[in-house]
């Protein structure tokens, strides 16, 4: 669960003991300045990570205010956390700024072609606890919950009318972008905007739409070539680019919530 002082708690419930443990896993206010005044309104997104020698549950949150979407004092941000201690049943976590990697920028001084920040990420010794995006608009926040698929996270942001945009088509209420980062360290991997090169500009693109749009969801259509996922927007559908390719053999999978 979260709240609205951008803190990320983590309940385990036992039902055969009937025991419930529980604590702080990261808080993510940055001092007590307005501009570090971050708030939480929703479910955080997560999903299981699997990888050789590296499994977690990925705890993805962006922060706004919601009650004041206009509000342009507050830096706010997307986060990805990795909580391990979700698989042992264990809290040895309790994640501040310092403890995660800020990945705004790939500059690549090594030329290597790994960003300087997804190497201090990757570095074991580093020891981050996951990573976090500063947002390029004076004022642009998150006030929708994002969705983990296919080991990417996708969400949307509202930027307030006004805001230092580079969208010259921004409308009087405010525009909004759609983003899609791979989960594990927050690089894009598509070419967005078809100029030949992965950079920053290559992790969103602009909605058409004006004011706060809804936060995305992915379908997953049957077909004769078997299952698609397709991404929508609320209503609007047609940004499957942004998915990453799947594995043949895709399957969708029903469920109820009781």
């Known amino acids: ?30 001092g007590g300045a307005i501009t570090e005044n971050r708030r939480f309104y929703y479910a955080a997104d997560t999903a299981l990570i699997r990888q050789v020698g590296d499994s977690f549950v990925s705890i993805a949150i962006g922060s706004g205010h919601r009650a004041h979407p206009l509000n342009k004092q507050v830096i706010d941000k997307f986060f990805v956390v990795k909580d391990k201690g979700v698989l042992t049943g264990s809290y040895d976590m309790d994640a501040s700024f310092a403890n ?80 899609a980062l791979n989960i594990l360290n927050g ?38 070539d078997g299952i698609t996922p397709r991404l929508c927007i609320g209503t609007e559908c047609g940004f499957d680019q942004l998915l990453p390719p799947t594995t043949k053999g895709l399957m969708g999978i029903k469920w109820r919530k009781n």
């Not at 983590?10 to 990261?26: E, L, P, Q, T, Y």
């Open 1 to 30: 669960m979260t709240d609205t002082k951008a803190q990320v708690f983590r309940f385990d419930v036992d039902n055969s003991n009937g025991v419930i443990k529980g604590g702080r896993i990261a808080h993510l206010n940055n």
């Open 100 to 179: 995660l990697q800020d990945i705004t920028s790939l500059v690549d001084t090594t030329g290597n072609g790994i960003s300087n920040a997804v190497t201090i990420l990757n570095d074991p010794n580093a020891n981050k606890k996951g990573w976090y995006l500063s947002f390029s608009n004076t004022g642009e926040k998150v006030i929708d919950r994002s969705i983990t698929f296919n080991n990417a996270v996708i969400f949307t942001s509202y930027i307030p009318p006004g805001a230092n945009s580079n969208n010259t088509c921004q409308a009087a209420a405010g525009s909004g972008r759609l983003y």
């Open 187 to 224: 690089n894009p991997y598509i070419d967005t905007n078809h100029d030949g090169t992965l950079n920053e500009n290559d992790r969103f693109v602009d909605l058409v739409g004006a004011g706060i749009a809804p936060s995305p969801q992915v379908l997953l259509e049957s077909g004769l």
